[in-house]
C-alpha cells in the first residue's frame, strides 16, 4: 500500500508500508555501492541487501517509510523514520557499541528518532536537491512534532556536509567506520538543531497528515 505525499512534474512521494522494504533496501544497497565504489556487482550485495532487509522488516511495526518515483514508477529516493522505544538494538548500536542514553546528555533529548535508509538515484541528478530537502522534510517532521524528539543517525562522511549546509546542526558521537562501501558517522540533532531547516524548508511539504504504517497496512 502507499499514499501520496507529494507531488510534482518530475516524481511523487509516498508514504509506504512494510510490502517495499525489499525494494528499498536493494535500492539502498546498489545506491551506496554506486555512490561510493562505482560497484554494483560485488559479491557481498545481496548479502547487504537481505540483511538490511531483514533488519527494517524488525522495525516496520514503527516506522514511517516514504519513497519517491518518477513518473514511470522508478523508485529514485527513499528515507525512513522511527521512534526508539530504548529496547530494540538499532543499527548505531550495532555498528558503533554506542550507549545513546548516556553520550546524549537528558536534558537535550528524552525521546529518539532514528533516521536511516536515506537514498537518492545517482543518476537522477534533475531535481535532486528539492527532493533531497523534500525527503529530509518528511522524516524531520515526525521529530518536530515530538516535544522532547531528537534525531540520531549514521550518515556517511559526504551526507553530513550537505546536512550541515542546509543548516541541520549536528553532533558527532564517535569516528567514522566502513559500512555499505563509505565511512560512516554516528550523530545526532537535538529538536532546536533541526529547526532551522524544519522551518526553511516545511513549505515544501504539501499534506502534513502522515499516517503511520500500521494504518497503512490495513487500509
Excluded at 528539492?130 to 522534510?137: A, E, N, T, Y
Amino acid at each position: 500500500m502507499k499514499r501520496l505525499i507529494i507531488t510534482n512534474g518530475d516524481y511523487n512521494i509516498y508514504q509506504v508500508n512494510k510490502n517495499y522494504l525489499y525494494a528499498i533496501a536493494k535500492f539502498v544497497v546498489l545506491e551506496n555501492y554506486k555512490h561510493h565504489t562505482n560497484d554494483v556487482c560485488s559479491k557481498n550485495t545481496e548479502e547487504d541487501i537481505l540483511k538490511v532487509y531483514k533488519e527494517e522488516l524488525q522495525f516496520s511495526s514503527v516506522a514511517y517509510l516514504f519513497i519517491a518515483e518518477n513518473h514511470r514508477g522508478k523508485l529514485i529516493g527513499c528515507i525512513r523514520v522511527m521512534k526508539w522505544d530504548k529496547i530494540t538494538r538499532l543499527p548505531i548500536h550495532k555498528i558503533f557499541n554506542i550507549n545513546l542514553q548516556k553520550c546524549i546528555p537528558c536534558s537535550e533529548a528524552k525521546s529518539f528518532w532514528h533516521i536511516g535508509r536515506f537514498a537518492i538515484d545517482s543518476l537522477n541528478s534533475r531535481s535532486s536537491i528539492l527532493l533531497f530537502k523534500q525527503l529530509m522534510i518528511c522524516a524531520v517532521h515526525q521529530i518536530i512534532c515530538d516535544t522532547h524528539g531528537c534525531m540520531i543517525a549514521e550518515t556517511d562522511s559526504k551526507l553530513l556536509r550537505i546536512l550541515q549546509l542546509l543548516g541541520i546542526q549536528t553532533h558527532t558521537l564517535g569516528p567514522g567506520v566502513i559500512y555499505l562501501g563509505s565511512e560512516t558517522i554516528p550523530l545526532y540533532a537535538t529538536k532546536f538543531g533541526l529547526s532551522k531547516f524544519y522551518n526553511s524548508h516545511r513549505h515544501l511539504l504539501c499534506n502534513l497528515n502522515i499516517s503511520h504504517n500500521v494504518q497503512l497496512e490495513t487500509a
